[in-house]
Nanobody, 117 residues
Framework: QVQLVESGGGSVQAGDSLRLSCAAS????????YAWFRQAPGKERELAAS????????NYADSVKERFTISRDNAKNMVYLQMNSLKPEDTAVYYC??????????YGQGTRVTVSS
């Protein structure tokens, strides 16, 4: 099993930047992919960005392309989401997630990001 703890959320102005961090523990050696999901008020959870553990493949939602960058540090068991040029529509709870081989997504508790105009 994998445990995930997010940090770095907060309240910012439109155009600002934030970096979210996620500390992974437990059976991290079995993880195939990491991701950041987000859930805005009144909306379903959506995938914002993902990265394979080897770092070779990344994927971004169209709404965050060119503004968000996902990265990982396997030696530290950390996953990051650098968010630039934030918009009010980026306001959401952001969840770190891990996808182990042979299992489904595991999620952290989430960190709230609020972007005001």
């Amino acid at each position: 099993q994998v445990q995930l703890v997010e940090s770095g959320g907060g309240s910012v102005q439109a155009g600002d930047s934030l970096r979210l961090s996620c500390a992974a523990s437990g059976r991290t050696f079995n993880i195939y992919k990491y991701a950041w999901f987000r859930q805005a008020p009144g909306k379903e959870r959506e995938l914002a960005a993902s990265i394979t553990r080897d770092g070779i493949s990344t994927n971004y939602a169209d709404s965050v392309k060119e503004r968000f960058t996902i990265s990982r540090d396997n030696a530290k068991n950390m996953v990051y989401l650098q968010m630039n040029s934030l918009k009010p529509e980026d306001t959401a709870v952001y969840y770190c997630a891990a996808f182990p081989y042979g299992s489904g997504w595991s999620y952290g508790q989430g960190t709230r990001v609020t972007v005001s105009s």
